[in-house]
Each structure stands twice: as C-alpha cells, then as structure tokens.
C-alpha cells in the first residue's frame, strides 16, 4: 500500500471513531442542594483550566484513575460513570464566577476535588448517583486532604462551600456546618507536599499548575508508558518532525498527548474541520494549531509539512 493511501486510511479511521464520541445526556447529581437534572455534554474534552487542575490532583494524588473531563450544562460540577468511562462535567461559567467571587482559585480547585473524591469513592456506581449525606461529605473530606497536599490553608479549602452552599441539609447533601467540618478534618489529615505552595496577593491565592501527570522515581522505574496510557486508548501516533525524542498520540478522547518516558502530559485537542482536504486540525490552549490533511500529513499555518500520523498497533489491533 502506497503511504498516501495509508495516511488517508488513518483519517478513516479517525473519522469511524470520532463518530462515537458524540455528545450525549446524562442525569446529573450537582454540588450542592439543587436536586438532579438531565445535562448535555460536549463533544470534546476540555484542554483549559479544569484538566489542568485535575490532572495536578491526579499527580499530586498519586491516583491511577483516568477521567474524560468535559464541559456540560450543569449548575456547576459533577462525578458521572457513562458508557463504561468516568467522567468529570463542569460548567466554565460556574467555575469562572466561583474563582471572581471568592477572590482565589483554590476555590474551582475544590469543587473539582470534591467530584474526584466521588469518583475514588466509587460513589459514582451506587444506584442514586452518588448524592447521600455520607457520600457528600467522604468527597468533602477528600477535597479538604487534596487542597492540604496542594498548598492550601484550611480557609481556602473551605471558601467554596462557605458560599455555594445552603445552610440547611437536603434529602441528599448535608447542611453548610457539617459540609465545612468534612473538609476540616480532611485538611487535619493530611501532609503538605512539597509542591504548589499558595502565595497571598491582595486575598487572592496563586498556584503552581501543570498539564503534566509526573510519575516520580520510583514510579518511573516500575511503570512503562502502556501503564498510564493503554493502547487500547491511542488512536493514533502522532510523527512530528522537530521532535523525534519524544512519544506524541492522539486519544480515543481526541487528546494529543506526550510521552517523554516518564511522563505523560497533555499537549492539545484533535477537532474536526468543515474542509474536504483538511478534515481535521490539532491545537493547544495558547491557540496554536496545525491542519491535519486528508492524506494524514500534518501542516502548518504556513503551509509547511511539520509531520505526520501513523497508525498505533495496539489501536488498530483492539478496532478490528
């Protein structure tokens, strides 16, 4: 098989498999007192704020789970299982006003924790969704221990609960008071790490992000890059040309993704593109890009050939 037919193989392949990354509904259990609903989900997975700041919880964390983080309309945030993946569904809006009213981002960083803490919880798999006072308040305390680890003061860990939440319990979620000794005595549990320490600059607090998952040296030694990125997982090899060091995949949840051997780190977002030669381009949260040719060459904005896609495999072994 001639390469062009090959590559353009690969842009069938991609297309076939995009198809069933489709939006979708999901019936949602929100942060707060304000009952269920049904959301809708985006079709891609986010690349900004919210990944960064889960994929530091992960890291910081030291927790082998993978979540498809996407935007939804729900109130705020939530912790969903759907179609065998777990995913984690915020609202940007929610997340932006909650940073801007509370005056510091440990503020969204909380809310976050709290949705993950549904997940290592394993809430997310009972019958009712997961919204019980027992489990509201195991992800409370969860999110109070990952804000210690990250740097926070017991004051930020708490900020957002002092505001979203209601005073009074709910059928489901427990009342302010008890919400905000959770996280309390998740804070008192845990040890600082010595990463992503908070600054105060006029009330607000400044954190280290990343888009990296770090492994550490121990954990470089015993895990191989198939251990935090399964095959079955990779659409696709990315070949860019000035890097030839480095491992770059597209995900089955349209990620590009590096690996340096150690650690896997979250580059971009592969999306689709209303043109016949270019059905596809590839672009980060800085908004650089390059088109993706139906002929699985990558191409700049300039029009230069900057690499290609091959085909993974592992994925094209598990697509058959």
Known sequence: MKLSRFLTAIIIFLLAAGSANAQFQVEWKVLTNEGTGSAKVSNFASVGQARNIIDEIISIMNLRVNFEVREANVPNAGAVFYNHKRYILYNPNFIRQIDRATGTDWASVS??????????????????????????????????????????????????????????????????ADRLMAIAKGWNAAVPADVARS?????????????????????????????????????VEVNFTVDKKNEYFITVNKNLVKWDGSRLTLIGKLAKLRNENYPFYIYDSQKNYVFVAKTGYLVNDKGKNVGYLSMHTGAATAAR
Do not use: C, W
């Not at 305390?141 to 609960?161: C, Y």
């Not at 607000?204 to 895990?223: D, I, M, N």
């Open 199 to 235: 600054e105060s600059r006029q009330g607000s607090s400044t954190r280290t992000t990343s888009t990296a998952v770090t492994l550490g040296r121990e954990a470089e030694q015993q895990y191989s890059r198939s251990a935090v990125l399964a095959d079955e997982d990779i659409l």
């Open 111 to 176: 809310i976050l924790a709290h949705e993950i803490g549904h997940h290592v919880k394993g809430h997310v798999f009972e019958s009712n969704g997961g919204s019980s006072h027992r489990n509201e308040l195991e992800a409370d305390e969860f999110s109070g221990m990952v804000l210690r680890k990250m740097g926070a003061s017991l004051e930020d860990a708490q900020i957002a609960m002092r505001l979203i939440s209601a005073d009074r319990a709910s059928a489901t979620h427990p009342g302010k």
